[in-house]
T-cell receptor, first 114, second 113 residues
């Protein structure tokens, strides 16, 4: 089955530690995205990548880092510089700037800083 | 600068048609209107999209005004499982510029039994 997979579903982190969230897709999509969602809020874009080895900052990139070494994978690292990392993180993929295509989302990772 | 404006919440009776409005008065000629929905604690799900003609699929219908400044998503026979946050977004289909796929706060649709 084609799809986009995020892992883990729940993640706990101690303050001051970096943590990496996984996102893998087998849809052959060129573009991948990371969003953050806080309770009662919409999705805010953290980073996106339209092609391997290239990525751009979204609206709230501070305290986060990404890499895109493979087409299928777009991991997100939440660094200790992120002041309020507890949130629901969503990964998505699509064909970039192509008409009539939809974005597919993973089921999310809920990160809690303890 | 929000590209779309949606009411924060709406109620609809089960079995009735749910009509969700969206204003996108600054939409460009190369931008499509997309609708997604998000059930609590899940990833958003694609519903439908369109450019200027009305569209229908197995989930919903999309009505876009002639001037393309607003649209309405119609769920013809709403069920309790349609309770979700519905996002209207505009997205360019070609050309340069960013493709950040920007979401707003959406409309929380509550289907009442």
């Amino acid at each position: 089955d084609g799809g986009i997979t995020q892992s883990p579903k729940y993640l706990f982190r101690k303050e001051g530690q970096n943590v990496t969230l996984s996102c893998e897709q087998n849809l052959n999509h060129d573009a991948m995205y990371w969003y953050r969602q806080d309770p009662g809020q919409g999705l805010r874009l953290i980073y996106y990548s339209q092609i391997v080895n290239d990525f751009q900052k979204g609206d709230i990139a501070e305290g986060y880092s990404v890499s895109r070494e493979k087409k299928e994978s777009f991991p997100l690292t939440v660094t200790s510089a992120q002041k309020n990392p507890t949130a629901f993180y969503l990964c998505a993929s699509s064909f970039p700037r192509v008409v009539s295509t939809e974005a597919f989302f993973g089921q999310g990772t809920r990160l809690t800083v303890v | 600068d929000a590209k779309t404006t949606q009411p924060p919440s709406m109620d609809c009776a089960e079995g009735r048609a749910a009509n969700l409005p969206c204003n996108h008065s600054t939409i460009s000629g190369n931008e499509y209107v997309y609708w997604y929905r998000q059930i609590h604690s899940q990833g958003p799900q694609y519903i439908i999209h369109g450019l200027k003609n009305n569209e229908t699929n197995e989930m919903a219908s999309l009505i876009i005004t002639e001037d393309r400044k607003s649209s309405t998503l119609i769920l013809p026979h709403a069920t309790l499982r349609d309770t979700a946050v519905y996002y209207c977004i505009v997205r360019p289909y070609s050309g340069g510029g960013a493709d950040g796929l920007t979401f707003g706060k959406g409309t929380h649709l509550i289907i009442q039994p």
